[in-house]
């Protein structure tokens, strides 16, 4: 039963929801595993639909229309800058951060419009990218959406969320080339 203050979000916002035949209501808590999710969102996006995830908790529904890099011919090209990576315990942006200090990181992506080249050039362009098992992904959501809630309240500028569900991926740099 919902209590009285029980508010609905909408990500990456409300607009996006207008279309329902562009996704379709997937349960987190019905996969296996993370992967088994990932194959999900990825088959989705191959037929041209996004998954929508509906998540509550005792003071609001979250509705995040999420995505991932791949389930198409090709990734898209999107510049790492624009990429905030977070798992159940970290966040990587340039360097690694504890996952204590969301607010602060997601914030300077979000209102950076640019300025910094080594951040988001915009809130649309930014992606979080998150990375965990299946266990503590509605939590980690959840914290997400709460935090970037918190950071829309005090911000002047028009700020949305874009939630990506990934493999982890490594980057490996490619070997030192070798003197002749």
Same mark, same amino acid.
């Given at each position: 039963m919902?209590?009285? /203050?029980? +508010?609905?979000?909408?990500?990456?916002n409300k607009e996006e929801f207008i279309e329902k035949d562009k996704y379709k209501l997937v349960d987190i808590k019905t996969f296996e595993n993370y992967n088994a999710l990932i194959d999900s969102v990825e088959n989705l996006k191959y037929s041209s639909k996004q998954t929508f995830l509906k998540l509550e908790d005792e003071k609001a529904t979250y509705n995040i229309l999420a995505s991932t890099f791949f389930g198409q011919d090709y990734p898209p090209i999107i510049k790492f800058k624009n990429i905030l990576s977070i798992s159940s315990d970290s966040i990587l942006k340039n360097s690694k951060y504890p996952i204590d200090s969301l607010k602060i990181v997601l914030k300077r992506d979000l209102e950076n419009f640019g300025r910094n080249d080594s951040l988001s050039d915009s #809130?649309?362009? &930014?992606?979080?990218?998150?990375?965990?098992?299946?266990? /503590? &992904?509605?939590? &980690?959501?959840i914290k997400i959406c709460s935090t970037f809630n918190e950071i829309k309240t005090t911000s002047t500028d028009s700020l949305q969320l874009n939630l990506q569900l990934n493999k982890r991926l490594e980057? +490996? #740099? *490619?070997? *030192?080339k070798t003197l002749k």
């Open positions: 919902r209590k009285i /203050n029980h +508010v609905e979000f909408y990500y990456p #809130p649309k362009k &930014l992606i979080v990218s998150i990375t965990t098992d299946l266990h /503590n &992904l509605e939590n &980690l959501i980057i +490996v #740099p *490619p070997p *030192p």
